[in-house]
């Protein structure tokens, strides 16, 4: 019998002596990693105050978060995860918003917060490295109990997404839903108890509690934890734990596969992993080198469940829409979009009248919300219909597939990464007049992020010191950095004035106008882009298997 809550799930392994919890110091049986989420919903429920229940969580993946996601589903909390890539103003801005009670970090976390004012005493942390952290933990050791409140509809999740109008926004999510979610993805991506699933996503993220964590509980696999995220130690990692199962974001994919080869990397355990964005030619490679399969799909904070999986159809497709609901709709007109016809490179040929916005006519009653934020609601349902704000397309064959995002989110390495907030920190510079940021695809997968500058007549690029005005603005996060600049003298507007960003993107790298490239991981570093580089950069498209994503 499937059960209904997270709570429900955790107190099913009470007694379980399999391995729930694995890191590379240490092992939590099932039983012990539930007794050890009770003692934490107990101290939670000691220091509860009046208004909404929110617990701010900022760590890295440890056992401490993962004690706190069962000491909120035990005591009705919900779980705010706080994303350790913000900074300064913005990090500010998301969590102030949703009105935490408790912050729960470590000295790390505590530095990054110095300063920033976001509702929560300094005296309401509870820092998990603090000295006399473990015994306050202990003192409240007591056997497993659900509070009695505790129902299918009651909120365990805050997760931060992003949207067309740049604002935070943090989606709601029950145990109920979460808890169908582990039942479902266990089906879906092949979860079982014997599986052993390697998280490397953070847990601040819909990738990993949905589809990892949440069905890892259900099934009674074990959950292996890193703290972050390694392309060098994925393989060595994969191999400590025995994994079998993970999940991935498609540039984490691309910076594994970019590792030096070596004859004896199929001699793991792995089988197979979930996750989004990883392009056809890197899911084959994957499977070449490693043994293991990809499986792609569609999914979000917010709702699920909108595709059905087929292996049997093309590898660059999502899958097919799960039921009729499931349309690609023109937003303007609010008809639906007919089929993409592809040619014989898998390019669309009337992507004009073909790809439209993702949108289930069905799922506006499962669209459970995000935290005060009615304007964000009113966005997402709409004519009673739920509006993914996602772009796709299906072909003559019914399958669907992903044409990008709308509005000005930019998706960098699986995260989501605000145009508006590099344009305001741009537009510091004393030397920018004017500045326009956009999301362009990556060679490999996803997006990166593209900046237009317009600079005064006798300025150069070289002018500006780029790289260390980037590094000296402490609220931009590691994802927000531009890895293409173009520069110009006269960016081109509008008759108001304003900037032609559309334009722009389009044009992205491929502008008469002068663009600075970063190319590798460490602070930003630009060089000009010559025609060759551009050419060189457009093969790179070709050879992956991407060059429909040049417009």
């Not at 691309?254 to 199929?266: G, S, W």
């Not at 097919?320 to 592809?342: C, Y």
Request: one cysteine or more; a negative charge.
């Amino acid at each position: 019998m499937e059960l209904e809550t997270i709570a429900d799930l955790l107190l099913d392994r009470v007694g379980d002596d399999r391995a729930g919890l694995r890191t590379r110091e240490r092992t939590w049986t099932w039983d012990e990693v539930v007794r050890e989420s009770a003692a934490r919903a107990s101290l939670a429920r000691s220091l509860r105050t009046d208004g909404p229940f929110h617990i701010g969580v900022l760590l890295d993946n440890t056992p401490e978060y993962v004690f706190w996601l069962g000491a909120a589903a035990l005591s009705g909390a919900s779980i705010v995860g706080i994303n350790s890539t913000r900074r300064g103003a913005y990090l500010e801005q998301e969590v102030r918003h949703t009105d935490c009670q408790l912050v729960v970090t470590d000295q790390a976390g505590l530095e990054l917060l110095d300063g920033l004012d976001i509702g929560v005493d300094r005296d309401r942390f509870l820092l998990v490295d603090d000295e006399g952290y473990a015994g306050r933990v202990a003192s409240h050791a007591c056997e497993p109990v659900r509070d009695p409140s505790i129902t299918a509809a009651t909120q365990m999740l805050l997760l931060f997404t992003s949207g067309t109008t740049g604002a935070s926004k943090a989606a709601r999510c029950s145990q109920g839903r979460l808890t169908r979610l582990g039942y479902a993805n266990c089906a879906k991506y092949d979860v079982k108890r014997d599986d052993v699933t390697y998280c490397c996503m953070p847990l601040f993220h819909g990738n990993a509690l949905m589809a990892l964590w949440a069905p890892s509980l259900a099934a009674g696999a074990t959950v292996t934890l890193v703290p972050k995220f390694s392309a060098s130690g994925f393989l060595p990692d994969v191999r400590f734990f025995g994994a079998t199962f993970f999940t991935y974001v498609g540039k984490a994919i691309a910076y594994v596969l970019a590792t030096p080869e070596r004859p004896d990397d199929a001699d793991n355990l792995l089988t197979h992993a979930f996750g989004t964005e990883a392009s056809p030619e890197d899911r084959s490679e994957f499977l070449r080198r490693f043994g293991c399969t990809l499986i792609e799909s569609y999914g979000s904070s917010e709702g699920a469940g909108m595709i059905k999986l087929t292996p049997e159809g093309p590898l660059s497709a999502l899958g097919r829409p799960a039921h009729e609901g499931v349309r690609i709709v023109n937003p303007e007109t609010l008809r639906f979009r007919p089929a993409a016809v592809l040619d014989e490179h898998g390019r669309v040929t009337n992507a004009e009248e073909s790809i439209g916005e993702i949108v289930d006519t069905e799922g506006a009653a499962k669209f459970e919300g995000y935290y005060n934020n009615e304007a964000a609601n009113a966005e997402r349902v709409r004519h009673g219909w739920y509006w993914t704000g996602d772009l796709g397309y299906v072909d003559e064959d019914g399958y669907i597939y992903f044409a990008g995002r709308s509005g000005d989110w930019i998706r960098v390495d699986g995260e989501n990464t605000s145009a508006l907030l590099t344009e305001r920190i741009l537009r510091r510079h004393p030397d920018i007049l004017a500045a326009g940021v956009f999301g362009v695809p990556d060679a490999r997968s996803g997006d990166q992020v593209m900046a237009a500058v317009e600079i005064p007549k006798g300025t150069t690029f070289e002018d500006l010191a780029l790289p260390a005005f980037l590094s000296g603005q402490s609220d931009l996060g590691t994802k927000g950095a531009p890895r293409y600049v173009r520069v110009s003298h006269a960016l081109p507007t509008t008759g108001s004035n304003k900037l032609r960003k559309k334009e722009m993107q389009l044009d992205g790298w491929r502008t008469d106008d002068q663009v600075y490239r970063w190319v590798g991981r460490g602070e930003p570093d630009y060089t000009l882009m010559t025609d060759e580089d551009k050419a060189a950069l457009r093969e790179e498209f070709l050879a992956n298997g991407r060059l429909r994503f040049l417009p």
